[in-house]
Nanobody
């Protein structure tokens, strides 16, 4: 099982960013993909999850209205898009395969820096 994320991004405040996570080594539609981030000096923060089988999503309340998850079954890729970026969105963003609430497999992380 591998989850490979896209590379680091730098954005200005107010912009949007997309981070992708390509899965391999398992049946993509059989497991949710969750997104988690970690800001400098902070703990892990759950952003939400997507069911690649039907595209169903659940977002953490904090991100409602600013975050969108999509899944492309043809490429086994999920994407998180975060809009209206602020400096406190600077963090490392991770995707993780969710197996009944357990996260055994993680992407390598993607640094997103929001700075003017």
């Amino acid at each position: 099982v591998q989850l490979v994320q896209s590379g680091a991004e730098v954005r200005n405040p107010g912009a949007s960013v997309k981070v992708s996570c390509k899965a391999s080594g398992y049946t993509f539609t059989r497991h949710y993909i969750d997104w988690v981030r970690q800001a400098p000096g902070q703990g892990l923060e759950w952003m939400g999850r997507i069911d690649p089988e039907d595209g169903g999503t659940k977002y953490a309340q904090k991100f409602q209205g600013r975050v969108t998850f999509t899944a492309d079954t043809s490429t086994s890729t999920t994407v998180v898009e975060l809009s209206s970026l602020r400096s406190d969105d600077t963090a490392v963003y991770y995707c993780a395969r969710n197996t009944r609430g357990w996260f055994f497999y993680w992407g390598q992380g993607t640094q997103v820096t929001v700075s003017s």
